[in-house]
């Protein structure tokens, strides 16, 4: 029988659930942010909570894409628009992980200080870079988001601990473990989620 919070979040009223999650989160925390911020974690984590908008399709099937690799198309991008989208999927991705999934970017090799780097450069750049792209409440929230990480992470993850998601945790630690070992077995286990893993060992977050 499935947990009540997994019922919650895959329901309808995901964006409710999660915006009184964000809010207890951000008072239990004493975090102050704008309303454009709330609205923008209750976006990202509604958006981000269903597998399929994490992973990525490519052209050997469905992976979920090294912010290194993220960053290297950001600075491939053809125009600044591309290159404000990608940057944007970056800092999005890697504040997700970090706040959702931070037992699990513990254990990998990588620590939480490339991830604060990597939602400094993307977010930073979004507030200057994209000021003539983006409403000066969004232009806030970019700001707020690059200079606040530790604060913003800690909030997602209170929501983590509270949602007790297990069929997303489960996804992500099965893909951990297939990216380092090659595992058939985590490899089934994606597959059975819809995620069909490529190239074991050459990404790293």
């Not at 992973?55 to 690799?69: H, I, P």
């Not at 513990?106 to 780097?117: G, P, Q, T, W």
């Not at 977010?123 to 870079?129: A, K, P, R, T």
């Not at 007790?164 to 059975?192: H, I």
């Amino acid at each position: 029988m499935p947990e009540v919070h997994d019922r919650l979040i895959t329901g309808i009223d995901a964006r409710e659930y999660f915006q009184g999650e964000v809010q207890s989160a951000l008072q239990n925390q004493d975090i102050d942010v704008s309303g454009e911020t709330v609205v923008y974690l209750v976006n990202l984590l509604t958006t981000f909570i269903d597998s399929d908008h994490l992973f990525e399709q490519s052209a050997d099937g469905v992976m979920l894409k090294s912010l290194a690799m993220h960053y290297k198309e950001a600075r491939e991008a053809r125009t600044i628009n591309e290159r404000l989208m990608m940057l944007r999927r970056l800092g999005d991705v890697a504040l997700f992980i970090s706040g959702m999934f931070s037992q699990c970017l513990n254990r990998s090799l990588v620590d939480i200080d490339y991830y604060i780097a990597m939602v400094g450069n993307a977010y930073g750049y979004l507030s200057e870079v994209g000021k003539s792209n983006s409403s000066i409440s969004l232009k806030i929230v970019f700001t707020k988001l690059a200079n606040n990480f530790y604060d913003m992470t800690d909030v997602l993850s209170e929501v983590s601990e509270s949602t007790n998601s297990k069929k997303n945790v489960n996804v992500l630690r099965f893909y951990e473990n297939w990216q380092k070992t090659g595992s058939k077995r985590a490899a089934n286990k994606l597959k059975t989620s819809g995620i069909f893993p490529v190239n074991p060992g050459t990404s790293h977050h």
